[in-house]
DNA sequence: CATAGCCATCGACACCTGTCAATATCGACG
DNA sequence: CGTCGATATTGACAGGTGTCGATGGCTATG
């Protein structure tokens, strides 16, 4: 137990290899939910497509109309997902997108039969 | 519009090389959410695996310890997202998975800057 | 036509989730 | 130390979601 998300995804196989055991699918799904909102879905590309991988919350705040608490809420989410990784810098906060988190995913879901 | 969820997971670039529009991301979400469920996740992992890509409600139904009702509504969920097809075949109905569905949201999350 | 079996739909309920306003925390700077 | 600005947390509320029992539609088979 108290493995994190990532690494619950990184030791699966595809899902098109074998039948996802119960346990599996409960810690997978956390981060699936993570992405699975348009609001979070944006941010979490907004980070990821951003100079250096990185994006401050100043900023992604004035990218959407919503409040201030709702976006530190996302990416809270996010982060307990471990999809964003989070780093304070004097005042400001940084996230930065995780490229093994998304491979992880990535690889979970791909094709393996081609 | 009337786009359906996978041809708009298709025609996306990957989350890392630009900020994705409010508009595509609320299209793809359906299928993220699709996924976000571990019932959901393990009957299209069942059905991927299975045989020939594809099974019978029939088997599918025995594999969880839910009522009959609440598979089907699962499926109805999977089938709306794309992510399975639904064939009738005499008293039978037959999921099966979609590769190119599952490949396109595999591009979508996968890293491109390595 | 009657029955039986497979699957879908409906209606109801408890629970989860996204959102906001208000408030707290924390660091920088006079 | 007092204030200000950047984030996080809390509490509350509306709407969404997973589950079930009951029921309906369809198809094969007597």
């Known amino acids: 137990m108290a493995l994190t998300p990532v690494e619950a995804v990184a030791c699966c196989l595809p899902l098109n290899r074998e039948p996802l055991s119960q346990e599996a699918a409960e810690r997978i799904v956390p981060m699936l939910k993570a992405l ?56 400001w906060v940084y996230y930065r997108s995780s490229p093994s988190a998304m491979s992880s995913l990535a690889a979970l879901i791909s094709d393996t039969t081609t």
């Open 36 to 91: 699975a909102d348009p609001v979070r879905l944006r941010l979490l590309s907004l980070v990821a497509s951003h100079e250096g991988g990185e994006a401050c919350v100043c900023d992604l705040n004035d990218a959407f109309e919503l409040s201030q608490p709702t976006i530190s809420h996302h990416l809270k989410v996010l982060h307990g997902a471990g999809l964003l990784e989070r780093e304070k810098r004097g005042v």
